[in-house]
């Protein structure tokens, strides 16, 4: 490899993929505002609602009917049912599969 100005390290040689024996660090965009429960949170694009919540220390927001027991996130993939939350008016919505939008507005309970 031939060294160059990129601060990530030096240049592959002709022919390899640009991230060839080197690790490569995530740039993720600017974040954007969300409300939760009336409280203003910082989403990044590209994250679910669920990762939102998550990311913000909350995690769980909804119990059994019996027994009141715990629920948030549980499988990730949309398989079960227990991290529904509202957004923007719209209940039932599986928190793991919604996209978080710049201005939504999410209720947990």
Same mark, same amino acid.
């Given at each position: 490899m031939t060294s160059s100005p990129d601060p990530h390290g030096p240049v592959p040689p002709a022919g390899e993929p640009p991230h060839a024996g080197r690790l490569v660090g995530a740039r993720p965009e #600017? +974040?954007?505002p969300i409300t939760v429960d009336g409280r203003p949170v910082m989403a990044v694009p590209g994250q679910t609602v669920g990762a939102v919540l998550y990311a913000n220390g909350v995690r769980s927001w909804r119990t059994t009917r019996l027994g009141g027991r715990p629920r948030g996130l549980f499988c990730g993939i949309g398989v079960c049912f !227990? /991290? *529904? =939350?509202? =957004?923007? +008016? @719209? #209940?039932? *919505? &599986?928190? /793991?599969?919604? @996209?978080? &939008? #710049? +201005? !939504? @507005? =999410?209720?947990? +309970?």
């Open positions: #600017p +974040g954007f !227990d /991290c *529904l =939350v509202t =957004v923007n +008016g @719209e #209940p039932s *919505l &599986r928190a /793991c599969q919604t @996209e978080a &939008r #710049p +201005g !939504d @507005e =999410v209720r947990t +309970g």
